[in-house]
């Protein structure tokens, strides 16, 4: 057999066909590399935020292009129609393009970007005609679609691995800096021009549809059913698990098991899509038995993640990232019971309904912003007006001491309407009309404002203790009036670092997993455990000494000096940041 190898005629001929077939794209996609590189080369020059407010603008159009010319050759719409899709495409880049700040971007304008590209590229999927209901066709469409993926990533990688190669070698023999300088310009080329172009060159044209409907890849069934498929199954018997410590324990899910229920959601519905023609391969029963029972399994794990959803905005209320784990769990509850009650399950509808519910909540009074904001203003209007921190139409300190968790909701939730740009809402009763932010708004209530209640870290009840000394190293001293004095300075989220110390017949060690110091000599062992140290601390029991812990076993006695103790805790246990502590260790006689 013979391997024909690709001329530099032939590349050229390639690539004017792909420009030719997607002509707007391809000048975006210069004008994004040229705009890219003026970002590089001139970054903190004075339009770096126009180059930013480009970049973002042509990355949300470039897929939405795509889109216009897939739904053109599959004859859904005429060349007129194509024509004005693409400048009403025009005139909504340039409108978000100025909507965009010409300063430092906010939580707003990213969620913002992210929900706009997501939409964009679920576009994509449905842009076909002949998909519509077709399920052949979609898979193997989109199929040879991720091969291409693939093919690009692989000639990407290598031209990249090559260039930096090359510099390198340059650089070592001539004493150059061109990898230092050059290096990361060729990846912008690279990844603006050559890996968009070479992708789009492999996009089939729709007139040979019918050609790829004996496209199967082995490397796709061998990785659906030996990868995806055991791989999704595991993550099944996990949550299973999970949901059997639940019932035993009779406690309520943890927040975090939502994100890990919609992730197994996404895992298992990409396995079957993937897998979907071997579902009728006399071979590969266990593919046919997985997608016929997969969506009957998540009737349970729906009704874990409902609960989990509703605890969450129940304590905490409805944030743009809760509403969208709340959309999709609606979404997942429709495609399970959808997919149940369907014989022939039509491909097209996942990534269809998930377009239009992300359409329809980005726009409008039930949009993610405005839902969200009308929560979380509700919550914060009930909590100033049930505390009397609103005398006379305007913002007051209170006459009675607020509870440390009101303090901190009130953090969270002014930061929250900050960062998506509605905390404004509130100067008509501020004394900071033009400048309201987080902290003014707290400094009016009469209490501190404290950055640690921005994160999403509700449960956490921390605590640092400072006495003012300093120490930074692990050391140890020997006196006539003791055996021996050990200092431990210990970073206890360094999990690589290990403390310990002999001296004088005394060994020290800090154990990280059991949070303890364990002191060990030649006729004694003992520890001493941070839980019980924490707990005292706050307490203010009688072994305490302002900033001293005294511990006692039958032959030692330790005194514990803390220069700083800092950490927190919740439901889960106790999490330490940094101990700097000096034992006085002293023999019983």
Partial sequence: MKIRLISIQDLVKATKETVLRFPILSILLLLGAANHLYMDIFGMGSLKYYSRNLFMTILLSVPVLYAIQLLFESHWIKRNLKYLFEGILIILAGIYFYSLPNTKLFAYHFSQFWLFLSIALLSCFVCIKNCLRDDDSFWHFHISLLSRVNITALYTSVILGGSSAALGAIDALFKTKLLEHQEFRIVILTLWIFSPLFFLAGVPKLSNIVSLLKYKPLWIKNISIYVLIPFTTIYLA???AYMGKIAFQWKLPEGMVSYLVLSF???GITS???GYP????ENSKWTYWFGRFFYFLQFPLLILLGIAIYQRVMDYGITFRRFYVLLLAVWLLFITIFMVVRKNRNLIAIPLTLLILA??????PWSAFNVSFLNQKSRLDKILNENGLIVTGKLSKPNKEIPDKIKGDICSITKYLFDYGKLNAYSGISAHKDSLTPKAFVDQLGFEYKARWDTDYEDNEWFNYSFGKKGNNTFGVISDSLDVLIRMNVYDMNKDQEYKIHLNGFDAK???YEKT???????DSTSISMKKVIDEFGKGNSNMQVDSYIHQSSKLKIVCLFNTLSGYRNPEGIKLNTIDVDFLIKSKN
């Fill in 238 to 240: 996990i949550l299973y």
């Fill in 265 to 267: 959601a996404a895992f």
């Fill in 272 to 274: 079957i899509v993937i």
């Fill in 278 to 281: 071997f579902q009728k391969d």
């Fill in 359 to 364: 359409f329809l909540s980005a726009f409008g």
């Fill in 510 to 512: 800090y154990n990280q």
């Fill in 517 to 523: 110091f364990e002191f060990r000599s030649s006729n």
